[in-house]
């Protein structure tokens, strides 16, 4: 069955875990135009899940147990392996787990299996985010190294950014704060981009980075602000 969202997208309603939820394709993402409390403690979560000691991912865990719908939690998690490693993808999965008594699913029902789709998907996943930079992007990756242009469209946008669940917007305010979290500024500076690709006002990027700013020292918050001005053509 199909339904229009409040922000106007048309999304998919289906039972998961027993509870009505709207399936909006990752890449069909609705605009975000005000950063909510819910999307605010979801990008905290990611931050933390991606640089945050063990004590800090099982108080940002409890606080999104109570605060953030549990199908968002589990994508955030599952996309750290991305831009944090397996340990920590991991780690939050099992406290998830503890901390919300919430039991794994037997089958991963949103999984993209098929290779075709997988690429096809992750093509198009990742030219919204690139936007006018993305034919430069696979020229770049490829010079890198074949293995690391396949690995990216197919594993990384493909098979986990593609993932119904949870919308673009959201993934890529939550790449933001993994790759501020993280240090990693050349990659900050692209998803930067891609949250406004994605739907993502400038208003809420600002406000995201806000949300991970106590987490980060002075320095790299203003080298953040620099670079989001940068961004911005400020």
């Excluded at 990752?26 to 933390?48: F, K, M, N, Q, Y």
């Excluded at 901390?99 to 990742?126: F, K, L, N, W």
């Excluded at 074949?146 to 990216?152: H, I």
């Excluded at 739907?199 to 809420?204: I, N, W």
Aim: glycine share 8%; aromatic share 6%.
């Amino acid at each position: 069955m199909s339904m229009r969202r409040e922000d106007g997208h048309v999304g998919e309603m289906v039972q998961h875990n027993g509870r009505d939820t709207t399936i909006v394709p990752s890449h069909e993402g609705p605009s975000l135009l005000v950063l909510d409390a819910e999307t605010a403690d979801l990008v905290r979560l990611a931050a933390v899940l991606a640089g945050g000691s063990e004590a800090d991912i099982r108080a940002a865990l409890t606080v999104a147990a109570q605060s953030v719908r549990p199908e968002w939690v589990e994508e955030a998690i599952l996309q750290t392996y991305l831009f944090a490693g397996f340990p920590r993808a991991l780690n939050g999965a099992r406290e998830w787990r503890r901390i919300s008594g919430r039991t794994a699913p037997t089958m991963d029902e949103y999984a993209i299996d098929d290779p075709a789709e997988r690429a096809a998907r992750g093509q198009e996943t990742c030219a919204t985010v690139y936007g006018r930079f993305y034919e430069r992007l696979r020229v770049n990756i490829a010079e890198l190294h074949p293995a690391l242009d396949l690995w990216m469209i197919e594993e990384g946008y493909g098979k986990v950014l593609s993932r119904a669940l949870l919308d673009l917007a959201r993934r890529e305010l939550c790449i933001v704060a993994a790759c501020a979290m993280a240090r990693q500024d050349r990659q900050l500076h692209s998803h930067l981009h891609g949250a406004l690709h994605a739907g993502a006002s400038p208003e809420v990027v600002t406000a995201a980075l806000d949300v991970v700013s106590p987490l980060l020292g002075d320095d790299d918050v203003r080298r953040y602000q620099g670079l989001w001005a940068r961004v911005q053509g400020k």
